[in-house]
């Protein structure tokens, strides 16, 4: 390609840019990145801002990265303070393609509390990829101070955010468990059982936390442990189908207090969940 602005080729691969066909789109990025040219910078920064196709935002994330980190950092830097909600969260999802550190200091408190969702959820991802060791525990007292919020998508993109975090995040969360808002004292519970078991999916996490909440933790624990228990007798069954219409009353007084309004997808979990990796 041609470095210099305004040349006939970089005006075709603008026009490309901005077809009506998102396949044109993504192949137009696709070149673009191949046979990177500062000359299309602008560009490329400019579409990111107004694209609608998930694909080829991201397809022009990855061609801001093959040019130089020393002309695409400033620019991608001005857009962390546009007003367009795309703009902000694109910037932040290309700085975390980047991934220099440099730009920790770039995320602010008002990011990572984004009116927007996709900002803050963005916002935490890229933080937890470039944050310090040193301000690791603030920056896990600020995730915290959130848990609750938000939808399924939300609540489970903050929790992740806070596992990857590590060790420095379970004091905030054990005091969290104690909220007297129970969304987010559930949402709390669920991220510690993350934190405990990686592999346990979310939804079940969250029905977990419900079901603690609901009994308190020394009868969950009891009847935990009871159920566990080998060579479980008629008397044990009788017992358990006592304790499960008791934990479905509970559960119905919780519900009414708001827990629930956490653990209800409108799609499954293993799609979600999909959807959230493709997201990262």
């Given at each position: 390609m041609n470095t210099t602005d305004g040349t006939p080729q970089n005006t075709r691969v603008a026009n490309a840019l901005g077809a009506k066909d998102p396949s044109v789109r993504l192949q137009a990025a696709l070149a673009v990145g191949s046979n990177p040219d500062p000359g299309l910078l602008e560009t490329l920064?400019?579409?990111?801002a107004v694209e609608p196709d998930f694909f080829v935002r991201d397809m022009l994330s990855w061609a801001l990265t093959r040019l130089s980190p020393q002309i695409t950092l400033p620019r991608i830097r001005r857009e962390l303070?546009?007003?367009?909600?795309?703009?902000?969260?694109?910037?932040?999802?290309?700085?975390?393609?980047?991934?220099?550190?440099?730009?920790?200091?770039?995320?602010?408190?008002?990011?990572l509390r984004d009116a927007?969702?996709?900002?803050?959820?963005?916002?935490?991802r890229l933080a937890v990829a470039l944050v310090p060791e040193d301000e690791k525990k603030d920056l896990a007292d600020e995730l915290v101070a959130q848990l609750g919020r938000g939808d399924r998508a939300v609540r489970l993109s903050l929790s992740r955010a806070l596992v990857d975090l590590g060790d420095v995040v379970e004091p905030a969360l054990e005091k969290a468990t104690a909220d007297p808002d129970p969304a987010v004292a559930a949402h709390a519970r669920a991220t510690r059982l993350l934190r405990q078991d990686p592999e346990a999916g979310f939804?079940?996490?969250?029905?977990e936390a419900?079901?603690?909440?609901?009994?308190?933790?020394?009868?969950?624990?009891?009847?935990a442990a009871a159920?566990?228990?080998?060579?479980?007798?008629?008397?044990?069954?009788?017992?358990e189908a006592s304790e499960a219409i008791e934990t479905s009353e509970?559960?119905?007084?919780?519900?009414?207090?708001?827990v629930a309004e956490?653990?209800?997808?409108?799609?499954?979990?293993?799609?979600?969940e999909a959807a959230e990796a493709v997201d990262c």
């Amino acid at each position: 390609m041609n470095t210099t602005d305004g040349t006939p080729q970089n005006t075709r691969v603008a026009n490309a840019l901005g077809a009506k066909d998102p396949s044109v789109r993504l192949q137009a990025a696709l070149a673009v990145g191949s046979n990177p040219d500062p000359g299309l910078l602008e560009t490329l920064v400019e579409r990111c801002a107004v694209e609608p196709d998930f694909f080829v935002r991201d397809m022009l994330s990855w061609a801001l990265t093959r040019l130089s980190p020393q002309i695409t950092l400033p620019r991608i830097r001005r857009e962390l303070d546009s007003a367009r909600v795309q703009a902000r969260s694109q910037a932040l999802h290309t700085l975390s393609k980047i991934g220099d550190r440099g730009a920790w200091a770039w995320i602010t408190r008002d990011m990572l509390r984004d009116a927007d969702d996709e900002v803050a959820r963005t916002a935490w991802r890229l933080a937890v990829a470039l944050v310090p060791e040193d301000e690791k525990k603030d920056l896990a007292d600020e995730l915290v101070a959130q848990l609750g919020r938000g939808d399924r998508a939300v609540r489970l993109s903050l929790s992740r955010a806070l596992v990857d975090l590590g060790d420095v995040v379970e004091p905030a969360l054990e005091k969290a468990t104690a909220d007297p808002d129970p969304a987010v004292a559930a949402h709390a519970r669920a991220t510690r059982l993350l934190r405990q078991d990686p592999e346990a999916g979310f939804d079940a996490a969250i029905d977990e936390a419900k079901r603690v909440i609901a009994l308190g933790p020394e009868r969950a624990a009891a009847a935990a442990a009871a159920a566990a228990a080998p060579g479980v007798g008629e008397t044990s069954k009788a017992a358990e189908a006592s304790e499960a219409i008791e934990t479905s009353e509970a559960a119905e007084t919780a519900e009414t207090a708001g827990v629930a309004e956490i653990g209800e997808p409108a799609e499954t979990a293993e799609s979600m969940e999909a959807a959230e990796a493709v997201d990262c």
